[in-house]
C-alpha cells in the first residue's frame, strides 16, 4: 500500500524552482523517502533519496522535516524537460518492492 | 556502463497466447525486479529475483512468472493472456545487498498490447 500522499498536479514557470511536496505521516524510523521521475511511457528514473538530513545532488534537493512526516522536492532552476510524473516514495524494506502511489504530474511552462 | 535493457520494446499479442519479456541489468547488479503499469493501477510490483530465487512476490495470479539465471538476466512470462493484462512491463536492477537504502534502476519497459 502506498504510504505517501502527493498533489495530483502542479505548474511550474521555465527557469524558477519547482517545490513538489509529499505527505508521509506514517513513515518508521528506518524507511527512507526516495523520489523518481518518469517521462511518458519510458522507465522511471531516479532523482535522490533520503532519511532523515537535507540531501542535495546535481539534479535536485530534498527536504525532509524534523518529524520526517513530510518531505519536498527541490528541482532550483525547472526546465521544461522537467515535465513529467514525480513519485514520492517511502521504502519500506520487502525487497526491492517500492510502492509508487499516484505521484504528481508537474508541467513546466514556457 | 550500460543501463538496464529490456526487450523486446514493443509486443502484441492476442488473448490466450503467452509472452516472455527480457530484462539485463546493470552490470554487477544481482537482484532484478517486475513492476506492471497501467493506467488504472498505476505502478505495481510483481516480484523481484537474487541470485536466481524469487525474493519477494506482489499480488498477482499464477499466470505470471519469472526466472533469473546465473549471469542475473530474467525474464518474466505472462501465460494465458487476458486484455487486462495489456500494460507497460518495466524491469529494474539493483546491487542486492538488502540495505535498505539502495537505489533502483529502471529499463525503458516492454509496451505488451493484448487484442
Known amino acids: 500500500d502506498a504510504k505517501t500522499t502527493q498533489p495530483p498536479s502542479m505548474d511550474c514557470a521555465e527557469g524558477r524552482a519547482a517545490n513538489l511536496p509529499c505527505n508521509h505521516s506514517t513513515i518508521s524510523g528506518n524507511e527512507y523517502v526516495y523520489w523518481y521521475r518518469q517521462i511518458h511511457s519510458q522507465g522511471p528514473q531516479y532523482i535522490i533519496h533520503?532519511?532523515?538530513n537535507n540531501e542535495t545532488n546535481e539534479m535536485a534537493s530534498l527536504i525532509i522535516t524534523e518529524d520526517r512526516k513530510s518531505s519536498t522536492l527541490i528541482l532550483p532552476h525547472a526546465t521544461l524537460r522537467d515535465t513529467a510524473v514525480y513519485y514520492c516514495i517511502v521504502r519500506v524494506y520487502t525487497g526491492n518492492q517500492f510502492y509508487f502511489g499516484t505521484g504528481t504530474s508537474l508541467t513546466v511552462i514556457p | 556502463k550500460a543501463g538496464v535493457t529490456q526487450t523486446p520494446r514493443y509486443l502484441i499479442k492476442t488473448r490466450g497466447q503467452q509472452v516472455t519479456l527480457s530484462c539485463s541489468p546493470i552490470?554487477?547488479?544481482?537482484?532484478v525486479s517486475w513492476y506492471q503499469q497501467t493506467p488504472g493501477q498505476g505502478l505495481q510490483f510483481l516480484f523481484e529475483?537474487?541470485?536466481?530465487?524469487?525474493?519477494n512476490k506482489g499480488n498477482f495470479p499464477g499466470r505470471f512468472s519469472g526466472r533469473q539465471f546465473s549471469n542475473s538476466r530474467s525474464e518474466m512470462n505472462v501465460s494465458t493472456l487476458e486484455l487486462g493484462d495489456s500494460a507497460l512491463y518495466l524491469c529494474?536492477?539493483?546491487?542486492?545487498?538488502?540495505?535498505?537504502?539502495?537505489?533502483?534502476?529502471f529499463g525503458s519497459g516492454t509496451q505488451l498490447s493484448v487484442l
Open positions: 552490470s554487477g547488479h544481482r537482484s
Open positions: 529475483y537474487f541470485s536466481e530465487t524469487q525474493r
Open positions: 529494474a536492477s539493483s546491487i542486492g545487498t538488502g540495505a535498505t537504502n539502495e537505489k533502483l534502476f
Open positions: 533520503g532519511l532523515k
